[in-house]
């Protein structure tokens, strides 16, 4: 498997992504999946686990999502998931009428949305999907600071900061799982990584709330739609959601005694697999 730094433009801004090709020296066109990461983590295990699977995988970091924005815009990553396809699709690699989209967390939200206004995707996945606008753990915590913070910034110019996940001082017994497990992740060395901080800009919170990943679900048939959730997950209602309004062919894994962090790290092999067996569809 050969691996490399690229950049590609959406809306001409430079996006930087690893590239990961499963047998570099063939002259065979392989499919290919664009691989979307959580709300301020990172996608390259997934990427390169399904690389060794035979597909070309694109793993990149949205826009502003590195100091000194960090910004989380729903709608500006749905952008660039549509300019990573355009990469893909123009790549000597990669058959471009064998494009997919898989989205980790958050990035399942956006698989979802992008997917159903680009019919250049034939198959979309999702790990632990949520919608980020409708992810009551955000709002509960930010929503009593953000009038202050937003006041401070009106009147110094001073950027504030939110974080996707609390601190390990700062969990309580009303936090939730993920919560939680997300503070365990991100902030220690399991999921830890130096350009992937623990906060958004504080303007994230205007845009977030706006955003709808469920909007336009019914656009993705006839594409096949797969949703892996685990079966402890606190936000598996998420993926009920998208099966339930999602018209066929449609598929809902859930992963006995998984949580919605477990299928990040520790659960990536069998869930590759499910991945796989789906998207063997575009790979013929």
């Not at 396809?85 to 997919?100: F, M, Q, S, W």
């Amino acid at each position: 498997m050969n691996t490399i730094e690229v950049t590609f433009p959406s809306n001409n801004i430079k996006i930087s992504a690893h590239r990961y090709v499963p047998r570099a020296n063939s002259d065979e066109k392989f499919p290919a999946l664009v691989v979307l990461h959580p709300g301020g983590g990172t996608a390259g295990l997934y990427a390169r686990k399904l690389a060794e699977n035979g597909y070309v995988t694109l793993a990149f970091d949205r826009r502003y999502q590195g100091t000194p924005r960090n910004l989380e815009d729903p709608f500006a990553s749905i952008e660039d998931t549509k300019s990573a396809v355009t990469y893909l699709a123009c790549h000597d690699k990669v058959d471009a009428d064998r494009i997919g989209i898989l989205g980790v967390c958050a990035g399942g939200g956006y698989a979802i949305f992008a997917a159903s206004t680009d019919p250049r995707v034939k198959a979309i996945g999702t790990v632990s999907m949520v919608c980020i606008g409708a992810l009551g753990e955000l709002d509960r915590a930010h929503r009593p600071g953000w009038r202050s913070k937003s006041r401070i910034y009106a009147k110094t110019g001073q950027v504030k900061y939110l974080p996707y996940v609390p601190s390990q001082d700062r969990l309580s017994a009303d936090s939730s799982v993920l919560m939680r497990e997300g503070s365990e992740y991100y902030l220690t060395s399991r999921g830890s990584h130096p350009g992937s901080v623990n906060k958004f800009a504080l303007w994230s919170y205007n845009i977030i709330p706006t955003y709808d990943s469920f909007a336009k679900i019914e656009r993705l048939s006839p594409r096949p739609l797969l949703l892996v959730a685990g079966k402890d997950a606190d936000t598996i209602g998420h993926s009920h959601v998208v099966f339930w309004k999602a018209k066929e062919p449609k598929e809902l894994h859930t992963i006995e005694g998984a949580t919605h962090i477990d299928l990040y790290d520790k659960r990536v092999d069998e869930v590759a697999v499910k991945l796989t067996e789906f998207t063997i569809d575009i790979s013929r």
